[in-house]
């Protein structure tokens, strides 16, 4: 009979030093767990070490979610049949959203673990609240294309569908790409769509702005290498 075991979904800060936006019962999860898989392992650590000072590392087996390949899952299942407690980590925010730790949780259930999401932040939920726009009908979309042309189609696409359903469309990009995504959603959209910029969530740098693209125009950020939520409402 296999031994039902929990899976720990810990949420990670979204900035190095805000460690106050990590709820107090996380540690408690993060002391019940016997194996950890990371996004990264060294920034994991890191950041365990931030929230329980002392916590000692090599206590522990840690194993590098990577993409969630094949082998990565199997040796995920197999420590669940073996009794271990599991604790997921993403990189920053909250594992199995827009993460690669979804398909780690998927193995979870099929192994019969209990499997358990803690409260953290998460980039996407904090633009959507911090937005204005609609939170009952939201779509995150992740990354946009990168040729131009196809980005330019997906735009319109987003901001027409958003326009027919009054529904939030959420989008990322890498943040060294910040600047050129925000020049052509500028020049694509409507002038009376709604553009939210949220970047560097939590941190003392934090910005967070809706605004037409009408106004945007007026007054463009610099967003070059800070990470950004964008969330476009159709007008």
Known sequence: ???TRTVYLIPS??????TETIPGYVLHAVKDCQVFFVENERSARRYLKSIWKEMVID???????HKAEDT???EFRKFIIGGKNIGIISEAGCPGVADPGQLLV?????????VKPLVGPSSILLALMASGMNGQQFRFVGYLPIDSAQRIRAIKDLEADSARRNCTQ????????NNQLLETLLKTCQPSSRLCIAADLTSP???IQTRSIA???KAIPDLHKRPTIFCLLGG
């Open 215 to 217: 106004e945007w125009k």
């Open 59 to 65: 206590d522990y087996q840690w194993v590098t979610i």
């Open 13 to 18: 800060i979204l900035f190095e030093s805000a």
């Open 205 to 207: 740098t934090e910005f």
């Open 106 to 114: 998927e193995v979870a259930h099929r192994a019969g673990a209990i």
């Open 170 to 177: 959420l989008f990322i990009e890498t943040p060294y790409r």
């Open 1 to 3: 009979m296999v031994q």
């Open 72 to 74: 990565v899952q199997e």
